[in-house]
């Protein structure tokens, strides 16, 4: 279980979250919807261990430290790669694993995210759509159980849409847990099984996700 | 991932910024091509600018004739001028006025009295706007002997002083701070070394100042092959590095910082070692060969490795400090400019406020100059250890600070 809580991140006077709770179990996905400020970004950087909270605490199934860290896999909403590498050299860079076994994952990854046939290619030759299947594939490395995916459909079309989906259930399904930041949660219907909606720090939502769709369609009406 | 394939990759992310590389590599060599070109027609035809110019003394006291020897035999004007002696001012006058001679070098009478009485011993350099520059070389030499001759004289006559206080005759001692200054100056003029303050090479020492200004150039340039390393190290605080938690832990965060610190300086010292090999043609060939000495390669290529270091380090510092690319780069940009004017490489060390020039001496680029000048031009033992004990606490300096940012920024839980 990945498990965060009592999540609380100041700037100056504006708190960005407030006394946030989490959790996340394997093979499950949760999406995580709110308006522009509302503390999503914040709150998945925290659980990724890229933040530190100012107060309350993250748990990883009883890990800490390198292995806690090993264990989350995060993709930023921006392509936090390294433009001069190839895609195989970006992959090669944020893996832990050792050479051998290293060899094997990148290639596995590679066939999978559909990314084999341009893995010399420098990334700043890519397209935006492949551009996020390599920051995808980055996270993935290490082999992570859980995995934080902050606005993985920004400027995608319909097909890289549908593609992502397909890819993201798959993963879930093998037992992966999945965190998606969102603002569009009719795209996240069909993957999702639970829901948490912020509002300027405060959690309004936390519950599954049938019970949140049949609100929005009761506003709605 | 092993630290040495950390570095391998490192080195590809920065030297496939093409644009940039070249930027960094080919723009020197440009700069230092315009310079050398002043140089190189004299060099390749064999021609030589002989400045001519008259000098006339009316001080008929040993010393002063010592002195006015010494400035006909200085190291910095010796290749470069022709020098008439004239018995009086009108024949000087007319020489000028013929265009026999460029300047007029005039030496008072009361020249040495001057000297010797706390006075304001003056020269005087005649010469029409036309030859403005050439008056500026011999007025720099002139300036830096003066310097050399007051100070000694000072020293001399406090020792006089001492002896006269303590019983010893007063006509003695005059003769013998005569006798002193006579041989002090005959054993300076077979002195390489100046003794500005400045060091063996400065705009105002003996040398000619196209040695002083290349290495100059050599350290301008090197600090400026640190931008590209600031840039990626700017971009990557700001980005994926962090982002990806990379720096998270304190060994990938020291692999991080030793891969950048390396691959800076790997930049850093090819831009050297393309600059040197051109700015040495400048040097004449034979005189070249006479330097090239054991000893001289010895020295320099420390001095490049921790030159380069240096500025490495102040890449990642500034890279870590300032998290935003293009105003690092711009900031970078500037402190380099500013090292530069404060370290004496614009401006002439003797011409800036006294407060300026000292800051100018702690800062990297004013030791790698003078590293660099002692190194390629002329060895002195005790200033180059100077200058690099210096420059070492500074790049200790840099790199910690800029490690404990680096630190810093990956911090998580």
Redesign the interface.
Known sequence: MLIGHGLTKRYGDRYALRNAAIELSSGSALMLLGRNGSGKTTLLNIL?????ADSGT?QIDELS??A??EAIG?V?Q?I???E??SVE?NL????TLPRAAAKERLDALLERLDLYSMRKK?LRRLSGGQKRRVNLA?ALMGCPRYLLLDEPFVGADEDSEGRMLELLAGYRDSGLGLIIVSHQPRTLRTIADRAMVLERGETTFYGAAEDYFAALEDREL | MSLWRWIALDLKRLFRGRALILATLITPLVGLMVFASVVAPMLLEEKRIIIPYAICNEDSSEPVRQFVRLLTNAESLKSLTAVYPVKDMQTGYELLASGNVSLLVHVPADFYTDISTGGNPAMYIIASEAHSFEQSIVRITVDSLLSIVGQSQNVLQRFAGEAIDAGADEAAANDWIGGQMSGGIEEYMHRRAALSQGGILSAYSEYFPVQYYLCALFSIFAALAMLPALYLSSADMGGPVVKRGLLASRPAASKYYLGRLISGAALILLALALLIPIGAVTEEADALLANMADTVWLALAPALILTALSFSALALFLGALINRPRLALWCGFFIVLTMAALSGALVAEGALPALLAEIGRWTPLKSAMSLLANSLFSLDSARYAQDTLRLAAMFIALALAGYKLVLRKGAAL
């Open positions: 990724a261990l890229a933040m530190r993250v430290g390198r806690a860290r995060f930023p921006e936090a790669l390294f001069e590498l050299e090669r860079v944020w893996c420098l980055v």
